[in-house]
């Protein structure tokens, strides 16, 4: 089993900056995969960015150039910064972890509000 709880979320302004933070408990030797996703009112859950353990990187279109992920993985941590926030980055943000044989785990998360 793998805990994820994050931290970080509020209201910015449109173009301000935020930073998210995910702290991994458990069995964080068998993670593989950490990512985040974000979930808008009446929208489906997508897929912000992943990082690997390897620290290979992937970001859906509308983020690239503005958001940029990280972990410690001396701290079982991975961050989500975000900026040049814009309205429509307003969502849940949730943490995600893969591990292996392949079990997926949320974090509870995090409100992100952007004021246009």
């Known amino acids: 089993q793998v805990q994820l709880v994050e931290s970080g979320g509020g209201l910015v302004q449109a173009g301000g900056s935020l930073r998210l933070s995910c702290a991994a408990s458990?069995?964080?030797?068998?993670?593989?995969?950490l990512g985040w996703y974000r979930q808008a009112p009446g929208k489906q859950r997508e897929r912000v960015t992943t990082?690997?353990?390897?620290?290979?990187?992937n970001y859906a279109d509308s983020v690239k150039g503005r958001f940029t992920i990280s972990r410690d993985n001396a701290k079982n941590t991975v961050y989500l910064q975000m900026t040049s926030l814009k309205a429509e980055d307003t969502a849940v943000y949730y943490c995600?972890?893969?591990?292996?044989?392949?079990?997926?785990?949320w974090g509870q998360g995090a409100q992100v509000t952007v004021s246009s």
């Open positions: 995600y972890a893969r591990t292996l044989p392949g079990d997926d785990y």
């Open positions: 458990g069995n964080t030797f068998r993670i593989f995969l």
């Open positions: 990082i690997t353990n390897g620290g290979h990187t």
